[in-house]
């Protein structure tokens, strides 16, 4: 039984930054895409960030160039090292992971979830 926990969600002033990690429990193989999603307030949830398993990584185009995804294998840990934070950024980010065998943004497709952790940037 694979299980996700994300950690590092907090209030900071726009142009800050937050390091989010997501600690994998269970055996999950180093094949599995995993994923960054957000669901803002009375919004629908979108797609962040994806690594599949050669350790390319898809952005969204509103966080190209200040997010950053790292995979550490040997730790099971994924991180997302977010700068110049925005407002628009403020929302409940979920750590993902599918067995597909590829990547995509369709959060259906994703199987294994964390529970979120907030993140909100005031301005």
């Known amino acids: 039984q694979v299980q996700l926990v994300e950690s590092g969600g907090g209030s900071v002033q726009a142009g800050g930054s937050l390091t989010l990690s997501c600690a994998v429990y269970g055996y999950m193989p180093s094949w599995y895409c995993m994923g960054w999603f957000r669901r803002a307030s009375g919004a629908e949830r979108e797609g962040v960030v994806y690594?599949?398993?050669?350790?390319?990584?898809t952005f969204a185009d509103s966080v190209k160039g200040r997010f950053t995804i790292t995979k550490i294998t040997g730790k099971n840990t994924l991180y997302l090292q977010m700068n110049s934070l925005e407002p628009e950024d403020t929302a409940m980010y979920y750590c993902?992971?599918?067995?597909?065998?590829?990547?995509?943004?369709?959060?259906?497709?994703?199987?294994?979830w964390g529970q979120g952790t907030q993140v909100t940037v005031s301005s």
């Open positions: 993902a992971a599918t067995s597909r065998p590829t990547c995509s943004w369709n959060w259906v497709e994703y199987n294994h």
């Open positions: 690594i599949d398993r050669s350790g390319s990584t």
